[in-house]
């Protein structure tokens, strides 16, 4: 079974601080995705990153997949209170899609 | 949005009752999953279809059962609900197979509780 690990769970920050996210695993994958989840709502796709070593950037969201396709990660530059939410990463092995275990984020105004 | 509805939005029933949940999609999709959610557990695919009567299980399918008659609707049903069935239930879809081509779209899930 493929696992992939996020961290930090939970994540409580001011408006216009920094953060970092984190979601790895032992596992190869032929992609990776982040997703963003609002409370009472399904997950909303926010990048595919495909190539190892590849970098994303979505306005102040920077996605790094790393060299050997195991692992990535999420950085918020500034963050602002509608970057609250849960963020999942998701990488595609064959045939199948694994789920983070989710990292969520609140910013505090 | 991609246009995915889940009935019912919520749901409360008895250990030892039948229930179903419908997904409907107005995409033609070909391909539809269902995901349980639970705290510290992300999202686990439950069952998938790849077409009309096409379906598979995915890695926590004990105590479930779809069908899909209609490339518009995927079911899920608990034959017998379980108190350890309680969560919210994803259902998504996507166009093909292979996910950094074509990225998965949720519904807006059903929260299940059982008592």
């Known amino acids: 079974t493929q696992l992939l690990e996020q961290s930090p769970q939970f994540l409580s920050i001011q408006e216009g601080e920094n953060l970092t996210v984190y979601c790895n695993s032992s596992s190869v994958f032929s992609s990776l995705q982040w997703y963003r989840q609002e409370p009472g709502e399904g997950p909303v796709l926010l990048v595919t990153?495909?190539?190892?070593?590849e970098v994303k950037k979505l306005k102040r969201l920077t996605f790094q997949f790393g060299d050997a396709r195991k692992d990535s990660s999420l950085h918020i530059t500034a963050a602002q209170p509608g970057d609250t939410g849960l963020y999942l990463c998701a990488g595609e092995g064959y045939q199948k899609v694994t789920f983070g275990t989710g990292t969520k984020l609140q910013v505090i105004p | 949005d991609a246009g995915i509805t889940q009935s019912p939005r919520h749901k409360v029933t008895e250990t030892g009752t039948p229930v179903t949940l419908r997904c409907h999609q107005t995409?033609?999709?070909?391909?539809m999953y269902w995901y349980r959610q639970d705290p510290g557990h992300g999202l686990r695919l439950i069952h998938y279809s790849y077409g009309v009567k096409d379906t598979d299980k995915g890695e926590v399918s004990d105590g479930y059962s779809v069908s899909r008659s209609k490339t518009e609707d995927f079911l899920l049903t608990l034959e017998s609900a379980t108190s350890s069935q309680t969560s919210v239930y994803f259902c998504?879809?996507?166009?093909?197979?292979?996910?950094?081509?074509?990225?998965?779209?949720f519904g807006n899930g059903t929260r299940l509780t059982v008592t």
């Open positions: 990153v495909v190539t190892g070593g």
């Open positions: 998504a879809i996507s166009e093909m197979s292979g996910h950094y081509n074509s990225p998965l779209h």
């Open positions: 995409e033609n999709h070909r391909y």
